[in-house]
């Protein structure tokens, strides 16, 4: 399909036709199989991609029950299209993992992720999910979501406010509008790393991920994590340690 006369807004068809610079974009654009429409084409793609983003809830533990308030009334995210949750990944777009991730749940998160078609995307709920929490040093816990799946987006807290994992979905939709769909799927691996079925957190684009920390006003939520809490009780260990040891004496 190409376009023989487009319509463009903000510049005259003469203009546009006699443009070496414009001429030599669309010509690039059409090597690569694609054509002058194809912007409006994703912009309309991504538009209805990030308003119905269907997710595949992997809750284990109390943030899950957060992501149920999300879903009452009072919140209603049905607003912005994530009503639609799905127990099956070859129908989901997310997954939002809400919750501890133990060694042996680690395998059934990793098949269930690369069941879902491309384009796909990962969403860490709660400080569990993101680091291991306040299980961390633990023998079973994984620390962090990320070193089975690539993640998206992070939402801190333990558990995060409602406020805050709706606003964390919204970042993603921000994250789906700016994505190129036509002319090449969106992957988070190269040709080679995806015949070898690998995906894994040292694959992501760092560039990729939004980490949710400064949250307007208007969505309330809770900036101290449980790590930054562990790691406070750490650094004031030695000090106790050593007034301890002189009260001994």
């Excluded at 939402?155 to 964390?168: F, K, T």
Aim: hydrophobic content about 35%; some cysteine; aromatic content about 8%.
């Amino acid at each position: 399909m190409e376009v023989r006369k487009p319509k463009i807004k903000s510049i005259p068809y003469a203009e546009f036709k006699d443009n070496e610079g414009l001429e030599k974009i669309v010509d690039e654009l059409h090597e690569g199989g694609v054509n002058v429409v194809t912007g409006n084409l994703d912009q309309l793609v991504n538009w209805g991609r990030s308003n119905s983003l269907w997710s595949l809830t992997f809750a284990t533990s109390c943030c899950g029950i957060e992501f149920m308030a999300v879903g009452c009334s009072r919140y209603d995210f049905a607003r912005f299209g994530f009503e639609v949750t799905r127990n099956s990944p070859r129908q989901a777009d997310l997954i939002m993992c809400a919750g501890t991730i133990t060694h042996k749940m680690a395998p059934v998160l990793k098949r269930l992720y690369d069941e879902m078609a491309e384009p796909k995307y990962v969403i860490a709920v709660g400080g569990c999910a993101i680091s291991g929490g306040p299980f961390k040093s633990s023998y079973h816990v994984v620390k962090g979501i990320e070193e089975i799946v690539p993640v998206d987006v992070f939402i801190p807290g333990c558990p995060p406010r409602p406020e805050a994992i709706m606003y964390g979905m919204m970042q993603l939709q921000r994250k789906v509008k700016i994505e190129n769909f036509f002319g090449g799927v969106n992957h988070k691996q190269n040709k080679e790393e995806r015949e070898l079925g690998l995906s894994n957190g040292a694959l992501a684009n760092e560039k990729k991920k939004i980490v949710v920390t400064d949250v307007p006003e208007d969505f309330k939520m809770e900036r101290e994590t449980v790590d930054g809490k562990a790691d406070a009780v750490k650094e004031a260990t030695p000090d106790v340690k050593q007034k301890t040891e002189e009260a001994t004496k």
